[in-house]
């Protein structure tokens, strides 16, 4: 963005917050860092606000879990290198204790156990 190059950060997180896209807003967040002490209060508050409520919509764990699962019922999952495996289902068991964001855990509860239970049956198979 023009406007962070030219640090104008009031400028850019209020047109930002108008658009009132998520990705954009994160982006910014991104690129700028915390910059509270260069936006005015009201522009700080509506930020905060709205990254807190971007975190507890569990929006980006829901899609993780949404991928992991299509990546099992498709058996790429299982192609995957252990290590790869061991990262998702340590990722998948995370967001299972969160307290955030209820359906994700539950979700990411279920998708953890059938891939547990996918890895069990291929075992007793190939056997």
Known sequence: MDLV?????????????KEADD???LRLVAQTG???????DRTAIA?????????????FESIE?????E????GIFQGLSKHEQNEYMDTLYWFS?????????????DVYAQIKLSNQNQKYVGS
Do not use: D
């Open 23 to 25: 990705l954009y807003l």
């Open 5 to 17: 190059k030219r640090k104008l950060f009031e400028e850019a997180y209020r047109l930002t917050m």
């Open 65 to 69: 879990v949404e991928w992991i699962e």
């Open 47 to 59: 930020v905060i606000n709205r990254i807190n409520k971007i975190v507890r919509s569990g929006a």
């Open 71 to 74: 990546a099992n019922r498709r």
């Open 34 to 40: 915390p910059v509270v002490k260069q936006l005015e």
């Open 97 to 109: 204790q969160s307290k955030i964001n209820p359906k994700v855990s539950e979700r990411a509860s």
